[in-house]
């Protein structure tokens, strides 16, 4: 397991972007599971359906990207380097992510060649989808970015 503390030792995101609270369960290099707890004191939550709030679907995506970068920058080979997200494919949103909720966020490498690569992504909220697709990346060198 990984607290926040050790989160932030592996990616340069901070408050309010860092969206990983923790890392409950990995298997080095083929997958691996995140926490998001999701609370009214989100700032996204002042603009985003006030009266109603709802997670945007693009910070979903982007929570689950940092688990995946989490997996990857985690190897021997990719320590202190970056992980940049190339893409999103097949994304689908099924289920409101509101106040309350605890997200859970799951990465499984499909491929990795060569500093790129995608993986199979899902967001679920009491065992029901939230969100689930497949996103792309890049491992490069950190220059100080």
């Not at 503390?5 to 997958?31: A, S």
């Not at 989100?42 to 709802?54: C, K, R």
């Not at 999103?88 to 859970?104: A, C, H, M, S, Y």
């Amino acid at each position: 397991m990984m607290t926040n503390i050790d989160i932030q030792k592996i990616l340069p995101h901070r408050y309010p972007f860092l969206l990983v609270d923790k890392i409950t369960d990995m298997e080095e290099g083929k997958w691996i599971t995140g926490i998001k707890n999701v609370t009214v004191n989100e700032p996204f939550f002042q603009g985003h359906f006030p009266g109603n709030p709802i997670m945007p679907g693009v910070l979903i995506c982007e929570a689950l990207a940092q688990v995946g970068a989490v997996l990857l920058l985690g190897m021997e080979e990719n320590k202190g380097k970056l992980g940049v997200f190339t893409g999103i494919n097949n994304f689908k949103f099924r289920k409101q992510v509101v106040p309350g909720d605890t997200l859970e966020l799951r990465a499984e490498l499909v491929t990795y060649r060569h500093g790129m690569g995608k993986a199979n992504v899902e967001a679920t909220v009491d065992g029901k989808t939230a969100a689930k697709g497949e996103i792309s990346f890049a491992v490069i060198e950190n220059d100080g970015i």
